[in-house]
């Protein structure tokens, strides 16, 4: 059983792989911490979790989590696990970790967005981007594997296999029209994610400014795709449903989009349907629904995605990674099929 | 006081034109039809609305309805309006008709959409676009009018100012990213719309089919603009939130674009704001709020409107074109604020 | 027109209290306060206000709401209120206080209860309770108000008739089941309320310790009737849904039940009605839905209540208070229909 | 591998017993049928199922079905049932029926509460009532399992360690107060589940007159103690809330209280908690969390339990019914963790 510590294990994303990992047949949860509740049980902070787990919240500590677990999840703020993630990959763990922290290959281009210098700038080269379907052979052979984040998830898988291609009109933006669940938002109230302040209501935030665009923009960096990015406020626990407009070179056609999507035949996690993805279909499981639609015109495709941001967009697609990383079978883990109703 | 029927006043666009009208100081409510609850009190069906009516649901007749009302709101279905609507009309009597059946002036064009021929295509010249803010002077005079659909209502309001000053690069698209709350879909039960289908899911529908496609393409055909239109189904009670993605000519400033908008400044129904609209702010009432952003790009704008469907979308906007029929305030029994939280 | 200040404008309550006296005959708000956002506009902090008000929020302040207001609403919180309420009220205004402060007769109970002695047990004795249908008269003679909890006003109309009659076997408990949307818990985000947490799920809190306890207790107190009481935290946003299950000395049948509750037959805000009342039929209403439902044992009854917990349960509470104590026709500014759906 | 049928897969039941048997290590599914979509693979009624059964929908028929398989659950509708069942014992099938035809033991009170005659009176002795805790032996030894109702198995778990004893006041009633989300209604659209007529809201339905009373009354009617049952509609998806006001003998302590629930210690799926559960908690999975307690007179308990109704009060009760019936490991199947959030 391989020994595993997350860091961070109260929040949601915290919550979610363990959720899934007490039903990996290959892994043992050894370590969890808390910053706030450190001392408590884990089901005092999570009591679905009844049942599955008797470990008591550890006060974050780099070297005894270091010492306790062979792999680490990172579930640490932004910001807040760069050190950490550095001091474990020098005492040769294996690390996930789910923040951006590793995530932009760029130093300069994470001060600017995170509004704090890199300090362990030698190490973003060392990191793998964490998209299984997309870097699959490099994510077998790292040490470190940068999480994706939720947004990029649901936007990249289905814009690869076009840009690839060469088939998107790069004079033109692409689209991004992305409706996001409030566990997105984390678990630390604030007024934004209060009840009666979310439900019953939709709203778009961070329009133009949000932290996932230079995520977006770095991994299609070298197809010179230009993005707009808008992202929702939905009133829903868990999902992201993200509409691509995507400006084509010339006309195509339904089953000339359909071709193209076909290159992820053969992923588990990803599920072409010929149907609009609703987000009711993925919940709680590690599956990308995705289907693309020619227009009138044809000059435009439509593609929407749907994820689970948990999963998909976090913990599962982490969980993903861990089971690449350890040569094991890459669905270990994660077949129980979605939550519905 | 003015003598008005409502013709299907058990749905919800029936319902909301009952809340509000009941608060109007010149009109009398006179008739309320049902097809299915004839002869049950109004209350028994709408319950919220024990205390503000003693109306017993009438079979709907034509004959009766316009012998007891000189104004006549149709809430009928679509298809069900036509000829009701001509009756009335040679009745002499001043109509609003909530349905599609006189909003496309070309009853080819309906035919297609709505798979029936118009059977007054005749009276299709006479009927009035009530779109207030674009056409105040026609309404003015008009005894037809066509009232909008929610969709075309939360798109068109925001497209008109840019287009009429020929900005817009009508060789890209015009992509239009609609929400929709639940009561859009109308009163009727069925497995789209039940609880558990809809909760904690988004879904979109119709993709490049939607009926309103012909309707919005139609009140902007002077501009030939052309156009991408996505529906979703939001689990929320009611609202609908537009995104439009508007391709310029040139690029243009934030500022350059808040100055176009600003030909609104004077209607008291658009409520010009700096962040982005929420759902939650117009609940019940006719407000559209708008916002525009700039994008990195320049040469592509961001609009986002926020209005209530059933309000601004629906019956909030037929009682403004009565308002104006009738020569009186256009506020006049639509200044409660909206409904937070 | 009367002048009125809001102290506490941004909460819930106070927003609603705002909401509904923008649209009373009789009354100007000239004065709003904020802890947290004085020197902005009111309509920052509350969107949906824009266009009626340009008000903007005060630091706050007791002399200068004094100066300014004929008649105070305080929306502070419990705790709070007691000295400025004081200040007021040697100012020779009348104020209506819908925190905690006025409500327990007995100084002593109040510390018990809300852990701080209170500062002006004098005043104690002038406050009337502020339930309309029980203390008209009273109120109509009243400086200070002491405006009701929400659960004790859905839980004290129901049970009055049948208390006052001697019906009610006091030798077993009257079961209360109070079920309460979010808003109820205020403004001030924290975990309990956040989206994720409360979304599809339902929960009892506080059970036998809630604060309103004694207030119901206090207001019973004459008829030696013992309570149990526990509230819920419900998943939408208003309305509180309270059951109670009431001992009766000898078997009741359904027509005999229904008689007692007919003393309410002239209440404008007290609708009785021969179904189950649903909380969406009076959202945003002063409104008090009220059934009775004989067992099949006959020796007790089923009492359900439904209620807007921040209008019958607060704010428009308060302007029926108002409108009591200035003399005016009770409904004045309260006589909008319930927002469905 | 066990050879499993679900006669009745695409409501939200069936859809539920797919979902979790998929995951079972003992079982493959070989037939499932549904009325109105035979032909149709199962995925295009169900598309989260998507990846996990290639299965077609097979129309209803009886003894196609028993060919096909050993073991067969019935999730056809109330008195749809019956007949099949009868056929498959004859056939020397295990059957699990989720409908009520075989839960009351005596065929007048089926037909007094069904409103049809049982066409299966004999075989309604051989039918055993299917709550593992309490029936476990019975089960184990059983060919035909009535599966209980989801209200009933939230209310009789907590009550039977009580009756048992004999420490309840059978002069008084024990009062069921049981709020349950939507999918307890169904899959068949109807106006009363009809998204915006649930949505923010909440309505007691059946007060005195809902099916599982005599289902209730028949469990507890060995210690002659009376109920009051009200059930209500919440606006969630999953789960039942279940508080019991439960007349006792004697004063009890929280301490003595608990230690009678303390039966319960080495039941897997019953979670004893010593704060309120909630139905978020439990989501998904098999478990029923339970919670006891006292009240200041001492005389009253408070028992509180939170089930999924599609899991412990349906589907999932019925694996771990299956499991006992065929002598396997109790929790197998049914060990994934809650859903939250």
Known sequence: MLRVAIAGATGYTGAELIRLLVQH?????????????????????????NRFSDLILEKFDTDRVAENADFIFSALSHTKAMKPVAHW??????????????????????EKWYSAPHQEPALLKKAVYGLPEIYRKKIAKASLIANPGCYPTGTLLPLYPFLKLGVVDTTREIIIDA???????????NTTTHFPEVNEGLVAYNVGTHR?????EQEISAFEAKIIFT?????????ILTTIYLPLKRKM???QLEEILDEYNSEFFIRLVDHPPN??????????????????GGRTAILISAIDNLVKGASGQAIHNMNIMMGWDETMGLTAPPFFP
Not at 231 to 239: A, D, F, I, Q
Request: charged content about 20%; some cysteine; hydrophobic content about 35%.
């Open 231 to 239: 992202p929702y406020l939905l009133p829903v626990n868990r999902g």
């Open 279 to 296: 987000l009711r279909d993925v919940r709680g499981s590690n599956f990308c629904d995705l289907a693309v639609f020619a227009t009138a």
């Open 25 to 49: 047949p290959n892994v043992k949860i050894v370590s969890v911490t808390s910053e706030q509740s450190s001392g408590e049980p884990l089901v005092a902070r999570l009591p679905s979790l």
């Open 253 to 255: 056609t339904q089953d």
């Open 212 to 216: 996932h665009i230079p995520e977006i």
């Open 89 to 110: 990959m020098n005492a040769g763990k294996k690390v996930i970790d789910l923040s951006a922290d590793y995530r932009l290959q760029s130093a300069k281009v994470y």
């Open 179 to 189: 409706k996001s669940g409030v566990s997105g938002a984390g678990r630390s109230p």
